[in-house]
């Protein structure tokens, strides 16, 4: 049946979102409606509200991909999860069956990837969200509303193909399991299935935002001896502490460039680098920042920027590599229950990255908050419900 609930929708670039009510249809075939019960705010939700890259453009659509919740209905065909089951959505699914899914070597699924551009669900091309506020058991009827990032999370309920829910353990601590949706599953597994960090390695993470030090908490995890955290910004330093960085480099206070400190600190480079800011300058950096013969630098930022690498060919020739990662190299349905299983037992904290928490008719502060720079993960209470 359709639904009537409240979402926070985007109508146009940073314009505030307008908390309303819409109407969710039911799920069609292969596909999975959730009560969202919690959901925080990325840097990637605050460059589709901007409308940074005119052509992701969509309006009016639902933001939000980093969130929790439980499965309300499912539609036809879907047999991995079933109402009452506690999921968390993933912008980039998992079919199980194409070439990619059925290799190691891949987590970008031929069919369900992550696609800035999509913003319509995969069976009929059409949205599950529309404006109506009127519903008579029949059919809503309205202006549609446009999906994000396989997720659109700012709402009580959505709807999402099954490759993009993964079901976690009903004892899981929800809040904290919100935030394996992005950024902390894209930074510890740049560390762990990207660059593949080694006991007593040395590393340097260039943007100590969530996904940064999610990254230094990964490098921390596998027995980095040295995390070495770049930041304009001296306030994150003690955060970063927390999360096992072991040196701090402000590039305001150097006369000289970031890698040239970095190369006299560890006597010739590090042996991971990881750019986490999504500029192009600092990407450079990081590069030179690693050692030569065997130095690995790992792209985790966005870059909206139409500019190239900042690298000569023959810069390559020197053993360096560069390679990018996308959330974490994680397949997501076959992967992050286990994953979610070792930030239950302590392997990597969870609660350091959720630095405010508010109601979700305040999402409007909330986002002001990650713009300030005055927040990691800002959580949001969608719904109110009861656990069993």
Same mark, same amino acid.
């Given at each position: ?71 309300? !209905? ?7 999860? #079933? ?19 059925? #290799? ?47 997720? !659109? ?27 394996? !949706?992005?950024?902390? &599953? ?158 239950? #037992?302590?392997?990597? #904290? ?24 005055? !927040? ?6 969608? &719904? ?5």
């Amino acid at each position: 049946m359709y639904v009537m609930h409240v979402a926070a929708v985007a109508w146009g670039p940073k314009e505030p979102l307008v908390i309303q009510e819409i109407c969710v249809d039911p799920p069609q075939k292969m596909e999975v409606r959730v009560k969202i019960l919690y959901s925080s705010i990325c840097h990637t939700d605050l460059g589709a509200w901007t409308g940074v890259n005119e052509a992701e453009r969509a309006f009016p659509r639902i933001l939000g991909h980093e969130a929790v919740g439980v499965v309300e !209905s499912v539609g036809e065909g879907v047999k991995d999860v #079933k109402e009452g089951d506690y999921v968390i959505p993933a912008f980039n699914g998992e079919c199980g069956e194409c070439r990619v899914c059925t #290799k190691e070597e891949s987590n970008l699924c031929e069919r369900y990837k992550v696609d800035p551009m999509k913003r319509l669900m995969v069976s009929d091309g059409g949205t599950r969200f529309s404006t109506t506020t009127t519903k008579d058991g029949g059919s809503c009827q309205s202006q549609p509303i446009y999906h994000f990032l396989n997720t !659109s999370t700012f709402t009580e309920y959505t709807v999402l193909d099954s490759a993009c829910i993964v079901k976690i353990d009903p004892n899981a601590p929800l809040k904290q399991m919100s935030l394996l !949706s992005c950024g902390v &599953s894209t930074g510890v597994g740049a560390a762990w299935n990207t660059a593949k960090v080694k006991e007593g390695k040395t590393t340097a993470v260039f943007g100590l935002g969530s996904v940064g030090l999610a990254v230094a908490e990964g490098a921390r995890a596998r027995g980095a001896s040295r995390i070495i955290g770049v930041d304009a910004n001296a306030s994150k330093f003690e955060k970063g502490k927390l999360m096992g960085v072991t040196d701090f480099v402000n590039p305001k206070d150097l006369t000289k460039p970031v890698h040239e400190r970095i190369q006299e600190l560890t006597g010739g480079g590090v042996d991971y680098s990881f750019e986490c800011t999504g500029n192009v300058d600092v990407l450079r950096e990081a590069f030179l920042s690693t050692h030569v013969g065997w130095g690995s630098t790992v792209l985790v930022g966005i870059y909206q920027t139409p500019r190239t690498l900042p690298l000569h060919p023959m810069e390559l020739f020197d053993g360096r590599t560069i390679t990018g990662s996308i959330f974490g190299g994680f397949k997501p349905k076959s992967q992050l229950p286990d994953f979610a299983k070792q930030c239950m #037992k302590g392997v990597v #904290k969870l609660e350091p990255f959720i630095t405010n928490e508010l109601p979700f008719e305040k999402i409007n502060d909330a986002f002001q908050l990650l713009r300030d720079g005055k !927040s990691l993960r800002c959580l949001l209470q969608i &719904s109110k419900f009861l656990k069993k």
